[in-house]
């Protein structure tokens, strides 16, 4: 008993950390950055300590080849880059899944425990922002306590409200200048990829979902005003009306389905445009160009890019211009080349879907395809958050089911 709640102690350290390495205004202080990258290091030590692990599992043979292939990016980087490097792709992703993986061999309860963990913070810390971002941003019936430093963009400081809310995105809403819902992140998107990750969770995996969790995540997701989210939304719109539709009347939907495109693609193109027009612009200009660059980037380097990790100097820019900040996947193929590509390409999507094929189970495919989604258009490949769900999709090498309790 005591271990077991040892072990719900330590998980929820592990995902708080996780959240706050994920873009927020706290790691400004890098005394919480380094607390925020190393601690999660220590916990999964111990947690996998008293899980019993043992060297004889044979899933660790995948372990052992993984780190063999980890020593060939490593040799791209330029020498102060390596202690990022090791500390992510050497330590904490091959512990997490090592950890994922022992949890897998004692129940699939166990096996959910921590991300499930994951969706219960997330819709507690969705639960505030979006109180504070109404009685704050939009009412503004309560003053900013604080201005802090910020280091993001061009802004060097933000309003905060008590530390657990930060004004750090103004837009138009309803034609009035407002806040979007950041939440405690550095930009809405961060927010938003947060915010989709959970809602996948509790829609597809929580054994008895939560409609109050479900609205309160759904109505976050809204309020943080990104195109991702929206379209993120629709696409699950879709697939639960599809669901709730009995067979006979999913043939009049197949009839309908050319009628069906047609008003999604111009939903899509509504949200688009008004993107555009509230300013949006110029962030679909950068976010063109920005691709553009890494496929020339990828392109000179095609096998393991210019460096997976970056570091202070060339490696940051390409003749001059920043580069890999619009979304994971280009960013992968230009820094890492195609042989990071692969890696995640197999992690997230290949083996959730051969799990499926083998089990026709689609809930775990469903949730790694919606953080896929909103994984591709933020650039967070090397993240905690990523790593988790790197090492989600690892943990199914082998298309074992956990043992069901």
Known sequence: MVIRKLQIILEYLVILCIIIEFYTPYTVSTLILRVTQFLPIFILLILISISRYSIKYKENLYILIYLIGAVFPLLTLPRDAY??????????????????????????????????????????????????????????????????????????????????????????????????????????????????????????????????????????ILTTLTTTGQLYLILIAGWYIYKKVNKRHRILIAILAPLLLIGGYLITNSIIENKIKTGGETSVNDRSEDIMICLEVGMEHPCFGIGLVTSKGSNLLWHGKEFGFSNSLFAIFARGGLYALILYIVALVFIPYCYYKKYRDYRWLFTMLCFFLVFSFTNSYAKYLTFLFLAWGLSNINLKKGKIT
């Open 83 to 220: 202690q990022g490097f090791i500390l992510r792709y050497i330590l904490v992703l091959p512990l997490l899944w090592m950890y994922i993986m022992l949890r897998k061999r004692i129940s699939q309860h166990a096996y959910l425990s921590i991300f499930l963990k994951y969706s219960n913070t997330v819709t507690v810390i969705a639960f505030i922002s979006i109180i504070m971002w109404l009685l704050c941003s939009v009412l503004q019936l309560i003053p900013p306590t604080a201005i802090i430093p910020f280091e993001w963009g061009d802004r060097t400081t933000v309003s905060t409200y008590l530390g657990i809310y930060f004004e750090t995105q103004s837009t138009s809403l309803f034609g009035l200048p407002s806040w979007r819902n950041s939440g405690i992140f550095n930009e809405a998107p961060m927010y938003n990829m947060i915010l989709c990750t959970a809602f996948a969770i509790e829609f597809f995996i929580r054994p008895q979902a939560s409609k109050i969790r479900i609205w309160i995540l759904l109505l976050t």
